[in-house]
């Protein structure tokens, strides 16, 4: 299966992005699906995780009650609504698929990548 995100940008402290994730081949509906990132210096942390069927959500502490994960399995498509936006969620930002059907919050039980969309947070 191939990831393509999208929706990153420029954006001020406050603001609000919702990111896309489309899927393309494989079978989408069975994904447990993230979104993770990656900050200047930083290691690749899970911000967000989604079960198959969308039952199931994980946050970080770091984005909790500002970010909503959510997914759309007649389109392949998974998205990540940010909300109240710091310059301390300035990363990259990537989407991935675990091929088990659960709610996946360690990176190794990811299977596939997308390319990543840059989220920049700045006044």
């Known amino acids: 299966v191939q990831l393509q995100a999208s929706g990153g940008g420029l954006v001020q402290p406050g603001s609000s992005l919702r990111l896309s994730c489309a899927a393309v081949?494989?079978?989408?509906?069975?994904?447990?699906m993230g979104w993770f990132r990656q900050g200047p210096g930083k290691e690749r942390e899970l911000a967000a995780a989604?079960?198959?069927?969308?039952?199931?959500?994980y946050y970080s502490d770091s984005v909790k009650g500002r970010f909503t994960i959510s997914r759309h399995n007649a389109k392949n498509t998974v998205y990540l609504q940010m909300n109240s936006l710091r310059p301390e969620d300035t990363a990259v930002y990537y989407c991935a698929a675990a091929d088990n059907y659960g709610l996946s919050t360690t990176l190794n039980e990811y299977d596939y990548w997308g390319q990543g969309t840059q989220v920049t947070v700045s006044s």
């Open positions: 081949g494989g079978a989408f509906s069975r994904y447990g």
């Open positions: 989604i079960s198959w069927g969308g039952a199931s959500t």
